[in-house]
């Protein structure tokens, strides 16, 4: 038996078209802010929300992640609003804690994949960016990151939609492409707006890169395609592990399982 939506959506193509421009509406207002902090690179920006370019990032960011959810929030079950929170405390905590440690990953992105394939790409895309802003209220070198962790979650909710969960082998490449994709568009801002990376690890790549005399988004660059797709191929897996650990019972109360046929064995919802 389904979980039921918080609000009942609207039937007919209105509605339809109505989730559709706000989705589009959130992804252009993440996608501008992200345009803007590389083109102004604004280094007072990690300074805090005290700023400025922070008060316009976080504006930017909040008002398309607000936008994703408004799209979203009525097809949604309260089985996903609920876990919504808890994605957003795995990624702080792990994103914080592997953060200070001498590993080359993140980690940071696990609730964001989590939530992308159990209700889609827009969810994906919201608990990304509301992961990157409540993580900067107290990390502010975060924040300029929100939309590479929008766009995470927007392509694990593609995959999960087109297949690749549906074979275990094949959500680990997912990821790795993921990872290849977020690292590139989070290069420029690592590069630019907070002028490298804020992991023990990956900041120890970036200098070794550059002592073999690589400019600063070079260094980043290559960074980000070693340690982006490797972390991404693990929170792909951990998350299919999650998911399919879920009694079949419990997987069927997420409409974009059923409808999608996201997991093998799962049949598609034909009514949603």
Known sequence: MSSPSLTLPAAGPGAARKRRLLEAAGAL?????????????????TGGPGSAPALIALSGFLVGAV?????????????????????????????QFVGSTLVPFYLDAVGTVLIAVL?????GAATGAL???????FNPTVLPFAAGAALIGALAGLAARHGFFRRFYLAPVAGF?????GGVVSAPVAAFVFGGTSGVATGAIVGAFRAMGDTLLAAITKQALISDPMDKAIVFTVVAVLVYA??????????????????????????A
């Open 177 to 181: 492409v993921t990872g290849i994709i």
């Open 246 to 271: 879920l009694p079949r019972r419990a997987r069927m109360q997420f409409p974009f399982l059923r409808k999608h046929r996201v997991l093998a064995g799962d049949t598609t919802d034909r009514a």
């Open 131 to 137: 992961s990157s802003i409540i993580w900067s209220l």
């Open 29 to 45: 207002a993440i996608a501008g802010t992200y345009i803007y902090l590389v083109l102004n690179q604004p280094a007072d920006i």
């Open 67 to 95: 936008l994703l959810i408004a799209a979203v929030l009525p097809t949604l079950p309260a089985s996903t609003v609920a876990l919504i929170p808890v994605a957003l405390v795995l990624n702080i905590v792990l994103g």
């Open 119 to 123: 209700a889609g790409p827009a969810a």
